[in-house]
């Protein structure tokens, strides 16, 4: 079953961290990337770390690098998402998804696959 899951969001302080994970399917991780979008309400989604399980490499949008970071349990099939110094811009419903490697990594439309979501609210 090809399928993505998310977990881990809530609610946290300006400045404070979450972790999200998103359970991938082994075929999502055989033929694709994987990647975290957020999209605040009534904002366009967008692209914020891509994980190439085949490689390793990474890509980051400028509004994140240095504070999240991606990364890929092999054991577990899990992406993960750390965040640091968490801001309340940061307030959205996050995704994972699997699709197009590098390139327009950051646009939704070269995605095949998205999980649910899970929401994330950063307070001031």
């Known amino acids: 079953q090809v399928q993505l899951v998310e977990s881990g969001g809530g609610s946290v302080q300006a400045g404070g961290s979450l972790r999200l994970s998103c359970a991938v399917s082994?075929?999502?991780?055989?033929?694709?990337?994987m990647s975290w979008f957020r999209q605040p309400p009534g904002n366009e989604r967008e692209g914020l770390a891509q994980?190439?399980?085949?490689?390793?490499?990474?890509y980051y949008a400028d509004s994140v690098k240095g504070r999240f970071t991606i990364s890929f349990d092999v054991a577990k099939n899990t992406l993960n998402l750390q965040m640091n110094s968490l801001k309340p811009e940061d307030t959205a419903m996050y995704y994972c998804?699997?699709?197009?490697?590098?390139?327009?990594?950051?646009?939704?439309?070269?995605?095949?696959?998205w999980g649910q979501g899970t929401q994330v609210i950063v307070s001031s």
């Open positions: 998804a699997g699709g197009t490697c590098g390139g327009d990594w950051f646009r939704p439309s070269q995605y095949n696959y």
């Open positions: 994980f190439n399980p085949r490689g390793g490499s990474t």
């Open positions: 082994r075929y999502i991780v055989s033929f694709y990337c």
